[in-house]
C-alpha cells in the first residue's frame, strides 16, 4: 500500500477543496485498494459538502463515482486482483448484519452514514478503500467516463425502473433533463416504454428526444401540463428545484406513482395525493446485484451519459458549474495527481 494519499477536500461547511495529504487507510482482509484515474462528479458531493445531511466529517474529500486500477488486496480477496479495472459508487461497505443486510439489500443499511466510500475519504484521490464486494470488474470495452457516471447516477435510474417498471406498455415521464434524467430517458425506453421528458428548459427538447424520448413537454407551462392530466402511470422525479407539485400530480393517473430519485423539498397539498390514491416513494442507489446487471443492462443498449472531461485540479470549477446547473451532462474528472 502507497505510503500517501493525495486528494482535495475541505475542512469546513460549503468551503473550497485544497489538496490535503494523508495516510491511507488500512486495508482489511476483505478490502481491496484502487489507485483512482477518474471520478465523476455528482450533486450528492454539493450536498455534502454543505453537510446538508447532516453527517459529513471534516475534513472531507468526496467523489463515488470512481473508475481506477486495483494496486492492493486484502488476504480474503479472492475475486479480484492487482490490475484488475474496476469501478467503485457510493456504498463501499456494509455492516452486514442489520435486517436489510441479511435481506440482501445492503443500500439501506442501518448504518448507511458509515457505508459510502467517501469515508474516511472519497474519490477526489489518488486512492480509496473498499470492501471488495461492492467493487466492480469493468469491461474492457466501455469507456472509463461512461463506466464513472453509472457507478451513482446510472444504478440510481436502473434500479428504480427495475423496480416499479412492471409492463413495457406502461407511461412513463421523466421529471428533469439532466445528470440523472437524461440517463432516466434512455433506460425507460430501453425497458420499452413511452416516454415522455419534463422540463423547464425548451433548449433540450432536442436532446430530449434524441436520448430516447417520444415526448417533450414545458414542465413550468400550466397549459401544457394540463394537457397531460392523468397521462402517466409512473413519473421518475430527477429534478431538484423549481417544480410545480400540484401540476406533476394531476399528470399522474389515478393510483399513479411518483419515484423521487433526488431530493428536493416537497410541498403540496395532499388532496389530490388522497383524492386519486397516488403514492409517492423513493429509490436509493442498488444493491450489488443491480450494479452489475445495470452495467449489463447499459452495455447491451448503448446507453451512455453525456460526458464533459476535466482534470482533478480543476475540481472547485467542476463543482461550480454544476452547482449552477450547466453541466450538460455529466462531469467526469481525470486523475492528473
Known amino acids: 500500500m502507497t505510503n500517501q494519499v493525495v486528494g482535495y477536500a475541505t475542512k469546513e461547511v460549503g468551503g473550497a477543496l485544497n489538496l490535503f495529504a494523508y495516510a491511507p487507510p488500512k486495508l482489511g482482509e476483505h478490502d481491496v485498494q484502487v489507485a483512482v484515474t477518474h471520478c465523476g462528479v455528482c450533486h450528492t458531493d454539493i450536498q455534502a459538502i454543505n453537510d446538508y445531511y447532516g453527517i459529513t466529517p471534516f475534513p472531507f474529500v468526496p467523489g463515488h463515482e470512481i473508475v481506477g486500477f486495483i494496486s492492493e488486496v ?20 456494509s455492516c452486514g448484519e442489520c435486517e436489510w443486510c441479511q435481506k440482501g439489500e445492503t443500500q439501506l443499511c442501518m448504518k448507511i452514514e458509515d457505508t459510502t466510500v ?36 446510472g444504478v440510481t435510474v436502473y434500479s428504480a425502473m427495475q423496480t416499479h417498471i412492471t409492463r413495457p406498455d406502461l407511461t412513463v415521464a421523466i421529471l428533469g ?39 417533450f413537454i414545458l414542465s413550468n407551462d400550466r397549459g401544457s401540463m394540463q394537457q397531460v392530466e392523468y397521462g402517466y402511470d409512473l413519473l421518475f422525479c430527477t429534478a ?3 417544480i410545480h407539485w400540484s401540476q406533476l400530480l394531476m399528470s399522474l393517473k389515478k393510483r399513479g406513482k411518483l419515484v423521487m430519485l433526488g431530493f428536493p423539498d416537497i410541498e403540496l397539498n395532499s388532496t389530490n395525493l388522497v383524492a386519486h390514491e ?25 446507453i451512455k451519459p ?6 482533478m485540479s480543476q475540481v472547485n470549477t467542476a463543482l461550480q458549474i454544476v452547482k449552477e446547473n450547466k453541466a450538460r451532462y455529466r462531469i467526469v474528472l481525470v486523475n492528473d495527481a
Open 240 to 242: 431538484n428545484n423549481g
Open 118 to 153: 467517501m469515508v474516511p475519504y472519497g474519490g477526489f484521490s489518488t486512492s480509496v478503500v473498499a470492501d471488495h464486494r461492492f467493487v466492480y470488474p469493468l469491461s474492457s470495452s466501455m469507456p472509463a467516463e461512461v463506466a464513472a457516471v453509472l457507478m451513482c447516477a
Open 278 to 302: 397516488l403514492s409517492i416513494t423513493g429509490s436509493l442507489i442498488g444493491n450489488p446485484s443491480r450494479m452489475r446487471t445495470m452495467l449489463s443492462f447499459a452495455q447491451d443498449h448503448n
Open 74 to 93: 486484502g488476504t480474503q480477496v479472492s475475486n479480484l486482483k492487482e490490475g484488475d479495472r474496476v469501478g467503485i459508487g457510493w456504498q463501499a461497505r
Open 177 to 215: 433533463v439532466g445528470g440523472l434524467g437524461h440517463l432516466a430517458i434512455q433506460f425507460a425506453h430501453a425497458f420499452g416504454c413511452e416516454v415522455t421528458a419534463m422540463s423547464s428548459s425548451p433548449d433540450k427538447q432536442e436532446q430530449a428526444l434524441g436520448f430516447g424520448a417520444n415526448h
Open 306 to 311: 453525456m460526458v464533459e472531461l476535466m482534470p
